[in-house]
């Protein structure tokens, strides 16, 4: 798939209207190290009933990204270190953002399943930002057309600016616009990155302290990560699944309340993967999933807050106990990892992120979550119908949950969870027999 896409058009978008010329301040969350990369997403669209104009469809978008940059117009700016490299501020001087329209010999049908490889995608979101401090605009969108007719929509953020929840919110807004249904912005969006900086209060609980702790590396896990080519799985859930798990786990926990799915299946794919991977018992592994904390801090962030509001809850086990036990004993520890994450929890993380050692979690044995299934994606509609597909433009080792639109295999509209990851392939046969067989 080399040949994936032929871009026709590449050009900047500037915002419609004037807008304020300042230097903005990211907040000690927003300038973590390891949020300094691009977020990209895939949205692919089927053919309309009625044949697209593709030309004023792009037109369309084109203006309506325009105008999107006018209330969001930090996006039409450039990110870059403070001169005192406390963090990082955005210099908006309305610079814009990349738009590219291209072409592909390729099908709608074609991304019902997985990748062959993790890059298989690349070329649907052309312009690949390798530092995002260096100049790069913050959002590059890139529509390409598809030989049936169908569309597919790759879009690049800066996730140094913005989060999951913060960019679908722009997403279906900028959306609303191209198929001319938005009459004004809500949530209205709101800077106030000060809010999600740290504090001068006491210092707090340190029941943080788990996710920034390293762990030994007992058998080259890093190396293999990096070293060997890794293979995109995805796996849907339906309702009828997601309901055997919870009664699975329920039945093999101490526990008395039902589970939730996020629970159970981030357990499920975190003892599957650990088995498939086969580590040595005494390994410290660690499941990290980002836990949305705009209602869980005093006073709670404000609506239409698009900056990064969350924090990773950690749920940390060894090996033998992993594999060994049974699916409640891990949906159990992602339960407790949940409920540490209170405003204690928050400011811990926010001040040790801040502080002078810039706290940053390791990668040893971790296998992170991000539940893309809850932003509003599969909501994202330019006028061509929801998405068909929504997924990242490279498979990588985070895991992803992501919503499944079109429901056809009896788990009700909007109730399955699609699950990808690119797993190491000497284990990629093991795990794929194994997180599709939970009672092994």
Known sequence: MASLARVKEAVVVTPSEPTPCCVLSLSAVDSQLFLRFTIEYLLVYSPRQNTTNQALTATRVKAALAKALVPYYPLAGRVRLKPDGSGLEVV????????????????????????????????????????????????????????????????????????????????????????????????????????????????????????????????????????????????????????????LALSTSRLSTEFTAFEVLSG?????????????SNQILKLLFSVNVRERVRPSLPEGYY???????CAQSSVKELTEKRLGYAAGLVRRAKERVGEDYVRGVVESVGGEKKASPDSVGVLIVSQWSRLGLDRVDFGMGRPVHVGPICSDRYCLFLPVNNDDDGGGQGESVKVMVAVPTSAVDKYELLVNSPYS
């Open 268 to 280: 499920h794919v975190w003892r599957s993967w650990a088995r498939a991977l086969n580590l040595p």
């Open 92 to 247: 908006c001087r309305a610079q814009g953002a990349v738009f590219i329209e291209a072409v592909s010999d390729r099908a709608v049908s074609e991304f019902q399943h997985a990748a062959r490889y993790v890059t298989q995608w690349r070329k649907l979101l052309s312009l690949q930002v390798a530092d995002v401090l260096k100049g790069a605009p913050p959002v590059v969108v890139q529509l390409t057309w598809l030989k049936d007719g169908g569309a597919a929509l790759g879009i690049g953020f800066n996730h140094s600016v913005c989060d999951g929840i913060g960019s679908a919110e722009f997403l279906n807004c900028f959306a609303e616009l191209a198929a001319r249904k938005h009459g004004e912005f809500r949530p209205m969006p709101v800077w106030d990155r000060h809010l999600m900086d740290p504090t001068s209060v006491s210092p707090c609980q340190q029941n943080h302290a788990a996710l920034f702790n390293k762990v030994p590396d007992l058998c080259g896990f890093m190396n293999r990560f990096t070293n060997e080519r890794l293979c995109p799985t995805s796996v849907v859930f339906n309702k009828t699944h997601v309901t055997e798990l919870k009664k």
């Open 307 to 313: 900056g990064n509001a969350f924090v990773l809850g």
